[in-house]
């Protein structure tokens, strides 16, 4: 007499026996997205280098960091938004669910976020046993279009002012819609 659980177990093991078989032609990639995915996807594409160079300027909408020697310690970390754009705030919204973007290597939970009218912001309490790469992401999208500074990240240890880091700032042109 078989249970339950060996019948289908049986059924899951035999082969399929109505005919119907599909080859379906497959490519993988490495696990996360980097600019070598960018560059496989847009030549699979047959893409022109205008919007390859447009995609690899895109690509990294989330914030990465690295500490050479692992401690202990509570950082903040604070990206203000330029203006024009809008954070999808997920506990209002579903579109800022970043669940979304499991594709992110090295991703860590916040101990606490905040996310403002004009910044991110994330609290992390970091293990001196941690890896020395740790990334957060939010979603933001462009509500107007125009020329903006984009301003500086901040990260910086609560409790000890000579741990902090800073990206670079710039400018980025948001265009109408078409």
Request: charged content about 25%; cysteine-free; overall charge negative.
């Amino acid at each position: 007499m078989s249970t339950g659980q060996d019948t289908i177990a049986a059924l899951a093991t035999q082969e399929y026996k109505y005919g119907f078989v599909t080859d379906v032609e497959a490519e993988n990639v490495p696990r996360g997205l980097s600019e070598d995915t960018v560059r496989m996807i847009s030549a699979r594409k047959g893409e022109p280098a205008w919007l390859l160079d447009w995609g690899l300027k895109a690509y990294p909408p989330w914030l990465k960091m690295t500490e050479p020697q692992p401690q202990f310690g509570r950082v903040i970390v604070a990206d203000y938004l330029p203006a024009g754009f809008e954070i999808d705030n997920p506990k209002l919204v579903s579109s800022g669910e970043t669940s979304a973007l499991a594709w992110i290597e090295d991703g860590v939970e916040p101990v606490n976020s905040e996310f403002r009218d004009d910044r991110f912001t994330a609290a992390f309490e970091r293990k001196q046993d941690a890896g020395p790469v740790f990334t957060v992401a939010y979603v933001v999208r462009a509500v107007s279009p125009g020329r903006y500074v984009l301003p500086q990240a901040i990260v910086e240890d609560m409790y000890r002012p000579d741990r902090f880091g800073r990206t670079g700032s710039g400018t980025l042109t948001v265009s109408a819609a078409k």
